[in-house]
Nanobody, 122 residues
Framework: QVQLVESGGGLAQAGGSLRLSCVVS????????MAWYRQAPGKQRELVAR????????IYADSVKGRFTISRDNAKNTVYLQVNSLKPEDTATYYC???????????????WGQGTQVTVSS
């Protein structure tokens, strides 16, 4: 069974930075695209960033472009999200997940971790 353990969240001031980490087990990590999602209270979960299995291709939501950076270390089965220039609207629980491609679309797997809370004060 796949396990995902996120960490690195916390309380930050607007303009601050955090580095989120996600350790994955139970999967062939180096062969799997990975993604970060976030969910704010009362809102739907949204894709923040995605990275290819080899780390060469990344995509970002328009709202985080230029501020967030996704990366991975396949030797450590870990995916990272560097979040800079934080804004209050970035406040959410952040989750990582495998990114699965089927029938022309990307979607997360059914296995989710507990997430890590990011709270940004103005």
């Amino acid at each position: 069974q796949v396990q995902l353990v996120e960490s690195g969240g916390g309380l930050a001031q607007a303009g601050g930075s955090l580095r989120l980490s996600c350790v994955v087990s139970g999967s062939i990590f180096s062969l799997t695209a990975m993604a970060w999602y976030r969910q704010a209270p009362g809102k739907q979960r949204e894709l923040v960033a995605r990275i290819s299995s080899g780390g060469t291709t990344t995509i970002y939501a328009d709202s985080v472009k230029g501020r967030f950076t996704i990366s991975r270390d396949n030797a450590k089965n870990t995916v990272y999200l560097q979040v800079n220039s934080l804004k209050p609207e970035d406040t959410a629980t952040y989750y990582c997940n495998r990114a699965l491609y089927s029938s022309g679309r990307w979607s997360p797997s059914d296995y989710w971790g507990q997430g890590t809370q990011v709270t940004v004060s103005s």
